[in-house]
């Protein structure tokens, strides 16, 4: 039986391992990052792949970093002959990726070579792409750069956020994962060399980029603020305070307005954007307190936002 050594950690990764362990496949030991203080109370969580391994009775390593470390000697002794990774978090040293008879192989989010980096399914929203994919591809010692072995191409949509499309890719590719894995083992598959000339780059997602910038237009702040939700959130400020927005609709601006400035507070917030048109907001999060629907912004916190003043 072909033994794998599964390499992911957020619930992306999830669908993949369940679905080699439902398919016969013999996952030998996972590798995912350690367990992180998460939300105000910090509290130890252990990473989605970590707790869908537990269930299927499935050692689990999670190194800090793999190089050098125990755990990469633990892998030495389980000669496995393939790994799979998905959305594992580190790049693997050359020594690893030479471990394994069938090689190393990654499930990535999107259509290679277009977005290698660790942020694919934000930046392809955030730059308003019209669709976007998954890719099986040989890992190297290059990020994100070895040969494809396939790909599916899906449609992004108005209505799609990161957290939307996640699930999706997610799930079209453990079904390419399931349909390629076999050709891989049987020595079968397709591999094409990636187009330097056509790759580009979705580095993790930096501070900067979650600041809106009401002099963009309409339609690219809508996309920025998709491709940050649900995480980790658009914001703007007004009066010095930050305001995260959570999600918007593109609607008629006004000619006189400048960017930023409050148009409608009544029943609808709307916010003039650089191009003439305006964002209708439909949720927000005012600095210190929860999830707000526009309703409830309105009736509350929202009156202190009054028209002709200006989000910067």
Not at 121 to 139: C, K, L, R, S
Not at 211 to 225: G, M, P, T, V, Y
């Amino acid at each position: 039986m072909t033994s794998i050594v599964f390499m992911g950690t957020p619930a992306f990764s999830s669908p993949i391992l369940r679905m080699l362990v439902e398919e016969g496949y013999d996952v030998v030991a996972v590798v995912t990052q350690p367990d992180r203080p998460v939300g105000r109370k910090k509290v130890l969580t252990p990473p989605p792949v970590k707790v869908e391994a537990l269930e299927h009775g499935i050692e689990v390593l999670q190194p800090e970093k793999l190089k050098g470390s125990a755990e990469w000697l633990r892998l030495q002794e389980l000669q496995p002959d393939l790994i799979v990774t998905a959305a594992f978090g580190q790049l693997l040293p050359e020594e690893v990726l030479a471990l394994p008879r069938f090689g190393a192989i990654n499930v990535h989010a999107s259509l290679l070579p277009k977005y290698r980096g660790g942020a694919p399914i934000h930046q392809a929203i955030i730059d308003g792409e019209d669709t976007t994919g998954v890719t099986i591809m040989y890992m190297v010692k290059k990020l994100d750069a070895g040969d494809i072995i396939s790909q599916i191409e899906l449609p992004i949509e108005d209505t799609d956020t990161t957290g939307s499309l996640f699930d999706k890719l997610s799930s079209s590719g453990t079904q390419l994962l399931k349909e390629t894995l076999p050709s891989i083992l049987a020595g079968t598959n397709s591999r094409t060399a990636q187009q330097e000339s056509e790759v580009t780059f979705a580095r993790n997602i930096s501070r900067e980029q979650e600041k809106l910038d009401w002099s963009k237009s309409a339609r690219d702040l809508f996309n920025q603020i998709r491709g940050l939700n649900p995480w980790p959130g658009a914001y703007t400020t007004f009066n010095g305070t930050t305001v995260k927005i959570w999600s918007s609709q593109l609607v008629e601006g006004k000619e006189t307005a400048l960017p930023g400035e409050i148009i409608e507070t009544n029943e609808r917030f709307v916010v003039q954007a650089g191009d003439g048109k305006a964002l209708e907001l439909v949720e927000l999060q005012p600095s210190g307190k929860k999830k707000l629907t526009v309703d409830e912004f309105l009736r509350g916190v929202g009156q202190q936002y009054t028209l002709g003043e200006r989000f910067e």
